[in-house]
């Protein structure tokens, strides 16, 4: 069964590269006019975040209770955003490449489930601070509009709700359990008339619920310790900027720190509340527009991001797919190492 869904995972990525190929050759097409040594630079920061996103992971594995090593989560990490962006499914499909990981390493899935939980709060608390910054940057250049304030209290409300669950889940299994059964009841009613079925199972909430409580209460008590994967957050936020910021001198495209941290912030801000994986679709329109009001010219701003979206969004898909084939070899030799020695 696992190799069938490793085959088909691989097939839905080589028909999402397929589809995409229009947008992947005029990324090639602008990447050729760019300076190739920050364009390689771009790229070694682009590598960079892998780690440091691994390191975070490693992070709060460590506060649950679980070790696991660096290399491995930024792995993880990897292919976790491969499979959620070829197999859409409102970010589970990244959380299910974790919790089969730890199905087969024995670890417990009620930890992992706390540790992604963690990961997602702790990220968006991370780019809250940065987008503070840009909707500042955006005020102050008259340029602040309903669009950026309401996709912004989205963002906020699903960190409120998130860090709301978790608090919840601390003080009591019950309630956590009818909090996330009300909530797949809701989205059960939203999803029924496209899909004609239940969409996800209350009793499984329920269940999440059971296996998260011990490591959800014991949380008041570490929260110390969520202040370094924090940091990683940041960092990870200021690595990205850094990736634009070598795009803007591969290209010779004017720039200020006030238009990184705006353009950065509403491109990022859209990847998240937006409908699609990753951004598809709605990033490649709305990040030229938050440049060009940031009085980047409009030819450069739609350059700055093509080659933006290439080293953000599609190298990380192939280094997804490649750690996904890692992983899956190194699923089938522990395997295989297990059946030699019963």
């Avoid at 992947?24 to 070694?44: D, K, P, Y």
């Avoid at 976790?80 to 670890?107: E, K, N, Q, Y």
């Avoid at 014991?218 to 900027?241: D, G, H, Q, V, Y």
């Avoid at 192939?318 to 699923?331: P, S």
């Amino acid at each position: 069964m696992r190799k069938f869904l490793f085959i088909l995972i691989i097939f839905l990525g080589a028909a999402f590269v397929y589809l995409s190929f229009g947008e992947l050759e005029s990324i090639v097409q602008t990447l050729q006019r760019g300076n190739l040594w920050f364009l390689l630079l771009a790229l070694l920061i682009e590598c960079g975040w892998f780690i440091l996103a691994g390191a975070m992971i490693h992070a709060l594995y460590r506060i649950v209770g679980l070790d696991e090593t660096v290399k491995k989560m930024a792995l993880l990490f990897a292919a976790g955003a491969f499979v959620g962006t070829v197999m859409p499914s409102a970010g589970m499909g990244a959380v299910a490449i974790f919790l089969s990981d730890a199905r087969r390493s024995g670890h417990s899935t009620g930890k992992v489930t706390v540790a992604s939980m963690l990961y997602i709060i702790t990220d968006y608390l991370a780019f809250l601070c940065v987008l503070a910054l840009g909707l500042i940057v955006l005020f102050r250049r008259n340029n602040l509009d309903a669009t950026e304030l309401i996709a912004s209290s989205v963002m906020l409300g699903i960190a409120a709700l998130l860090a709301f669950l978790l608090y919840l889940g601390s003080k009591s299994e019950a309630r956590l359990g009818n909090a996330l059964a009300r909530i797949a009841r809701f989205l059960n009613r939203l999803a029924h008339p496209i899909i004609r079925r239940d969409y996800l199972s209350e009793a499984k909430m329920r269940d999440y619920a059971r296996e998260t409580a011990d490591d959800l209460r014991a949380l008041p008590e570490r929260w110390r310790s969520l202040i370094r994967p924090f940091l990683f957050a940041l960092a990870n936020k200021t690595l990205l900027m850094c990736v634009l910021t070598a795009l803007f001198l591969a290209f010779g495209v004017p720039f200020s720190a006030g238009t990184i941290i705006g353009g950065f912030s509403i491109t990022f801000l859209f990847t998240v509340v937006s409908p699609t994986p990753s951004g598809i679709g709605i990033v490649e329109g709305v990040m030229p527009l938050a440049l060009s009001s940031l009085n980047v010219p409009w030819s450069q701003a739609v350059i700055v991001t093509l080659a933006y979206r290439g080293i953000t969004f599609w190298f990380p898909l192939g280094v997804g797919a490649w750690a996904l084939r890692v992983l899956h070899m190194d699923a089938n030799q522990a395997e295989l190492a297990s059946d030699n020695a019963a």
